[in-house]
């Protein structure tokens, strides 16, 4: 069992930035690739972005390319999201995900574990 805790959430202005943080038990961190997910109001949950079990492969979505990066520490069993030049159609409940392989997937139901969620609200 894995269980994830996600934090860094909050309101910025449009062209702001935040970090979020998904922090996760269990002493297999490394052996999972991990995924960052957003629900925005009435919309289905869409894949934002994922890392590798190494931290050196990421995959992206096109709206967020170039301006997210997703990193991790498995030292500190953590993932990170640098979110830059943020946008009001950013605005959603971002969700951490982990699956217990090694490489990435875009694909949201191949993802065994999720954290609760954090509120990220962008204003115009």
């Known amino acids: 069992q894995v269980q994830l805790v996600e934090s860094g959430g909050g309101l910025v202005q449009a062209g702001g930035s935040l970090r979020l943080s998904c922090e996760a038990s269990?002493?297999?961190?490394?052996?999972?690739?991990m995924g960052w997910f957003r629900q925005a109001p009435g919309k289905e949950r869409e894949f934002v972005a994922a890392?590798?079990?190494?931290?050196?492969?990421?995959d992206y979505a096109d709206s967020v390319k170039g301006r997210f990066t997703m990193s991790r520490d498995n030292a500190k069993n953590t993932v990170y999201l640098q979110m830059n030049s943020l946008k009001p159609e950013d605005t959603a409940v971002y969700y951490c995900?982990?699956?217990?392989?090694?490489?990435?997937?875009?694909?949201?139901?191949?993802?065994?574990?999720w954290g609760q969620g954090t509120q990220v609200t962008v204003s115009s």
């Open positions: 269990g002493r297999t961190f490394s052996a999972y690739s």
């Open positions: 995900a982990a699956r217990p392989n090694p490489q990435t997937t875009v694909v949201l139901g191949l993802y065994d574990y």
């Open positions: 890392i590798n079990w190494s931290g050196l492969n990421v």
